[in-house]
């Protein structure tokens, strides 16, 4: 299985961003796509999931009204828009999955991708 996300970069707060995770190897059937982000010096945490179906969502609290999580899965591609960009959301953003349902303890079942940056400037 192979997970490479993109789309992060350095944006000023209030801005946007849109991440891309492309997955191949694996058809994630019964399983809930994952955005997780590590920021230095805290754990790892589960910011948004998509359940297989796509008919369920989890979005941690600090994310809720401002991230979308979405994807294709035509083409293997889970995304997270992200609006409302704030310093605290600065951190390493990786994807993963694990078995549904979209919950808070989902944890990555999968090799983990390179992630990409997200740095939010106040």
């Known amino acids: 299985v192979y997970l490479v996300e993109s789309g992060g970069g350095l944006v000023q707060a209030g801005g946007s961003l849109r991440l891309s995770c492309v997955s191949s190897?694996?058809?994630?059937?019964?399983?809930?796509m994952t955005w997780f982000r590590e920021a230095p010096g805290k754990g790892r945490e589960v910011v948004a999931a998509?359940?297989?179906?796509?008919?369920?969502?989890y979005y941690a609290d600090s994310v809720k009204g401002r991230f979308t999580i979405s994807k294709d899965n035509a083409k293997s591609t889970l995304f997270l828009q992200m609006n409302d960009l704030k310093p605290e959301d600065t951190a390493m953003y990786r994807c993963?999955?694990?078995?549904?349902?979209?919950?808070?303890?989902?944890?990555?079942?999968?090799?983990w991708g390179p992630g990409t940056q997200v740095t939010v400037s106040s």
């Open positions: 993963n999955a694990d078995r549904d349902p979209p919950r808070s303890t989902l944890v990555g079942r999968f090799a």
């Open positions: 190897g694996h058809t994630f059937s019964n399983y809930a």
């Open positions: 998509i359940s297989w179906s796509g008919n369920s969502t």
